[in-house]
Antibody
Framework: QVQLQQSGAELAKPGSSVKISCKASGYTFTSYYISWIKQTTGQGLEYIGYINAGSGGTNYNENFKGKATLTVDKSSSTAFMQLSSLTPDDSAVYYC???????????WGQGVMVTVSS | DVVMTQTPVSLPVSLGGQASISCRSSQSLVHSNGNTYLHWYLQKPGQSPQLLIYRVSNRFSGVPDRFGGSGSGTDFTLKISRVEPEDLGDYYCLQSSHFPPTFGAGTKLELQ
């Protein structure tokens, strides 16, 4: 069955970076896109961008250009998102999600809580 | 970006009753390919969002037929009949006809 297993919670200092992972299983990793979504109490669900797991091509929401960098490691069927120059506004739960059946997110990871605090 | 307006914010229901959630978009969600990419999700407390309905009215695998989606253009509705305890949580609409995909702010379905 399709599964997306994300890495554990992160506590980071302002100005630093974090890299969170999303390990996929149960399907052909390189045939689909993985998207990343941010959830906060205040802003709700925000779309960050997607990566084509086969080609590595990416497309970012303008609001996250320069903030998020999406990559994949085909050998381990893992997608990564690096968040840079962290501020308290980056504190959120971050989800990876799979575009499997079409132009929507069929399967989601369990989420990673990122807390930015000095 | 397309703004998705969901109403109501909170929806008290009785078990066995019916619920209806509205989602309106700031522009038409009819894609240039003719499809309408409007989807519905349920997020239960402490869990990730789970897909209920895709492309307006198609139930995702395993979703009971108590859930039904309808609508076109800019106006969409999710109806839940015979509400059960496991239906409680936050419901979100999502449009992916235009980039970037955008979500509604959510509707909390709770017991009356």
């Amino acid at each position: 069955q399709v599964q997306l297993q994300q890495s554990g919670a992160e506590l980071a200092k302002p100005g630093s970076s974090v890299k969170i992972s999303c390990k996929a299983s149960g399907y052909t990793f390189t045939s689909y896109y993985i998207s990343w979504i941010k959830q906060t109490t205040g802003q709700g669900l925000e779309y960050i961008g997607y990566i084509n797991a086969g080609s590595g091509g990416t497309n970012y929401n303008e609001n996250f250009k320069g903030k998020a960098t999406l990559t994949v490691d085909k050998s381990s069927s893992t997608a990564f998102m690096q968040l840079s120059s962290l501020t308290p506004d980056d504190s959120a739960v971050y989800y990876c999600a799979l575009n499997y059946g079409g132009n929507y997110f069929d399967y989601w990871g369990q989420g990673v809580m990122v807390t930015v605090s000095s | 970006d397309v703004v998705m307006t969901q109403t109501p914010v909170s929806l008290p229901v009785s078990l066995g009753g019916q619920a209806s959630i509205s989602c309106r978009s700031s522009q038409s969600l009819v894609h240039s390919n003719g499809n309408t990419y409007l989807h519905w999700y349920l997020q239960k407390p402490g869990q990730s969002p789970q897909l209920l309905i895709y492309r307006v009215s198609n139930r995702f695998s395993g979703v009971p037929d108590r859930f039904g989606g309808s609508g076109s253009g800019t106006d969409f509705t999710l109806k839940i009949s015979r509400v059960e305890p496991e239906d409680l949580g936050d419901y979100y609409c999502l449009q992916s006809s235009h980039f970037p995909p955008t979500f509604g702010a959510g509707t909390k379905l709770e017991l009356q």
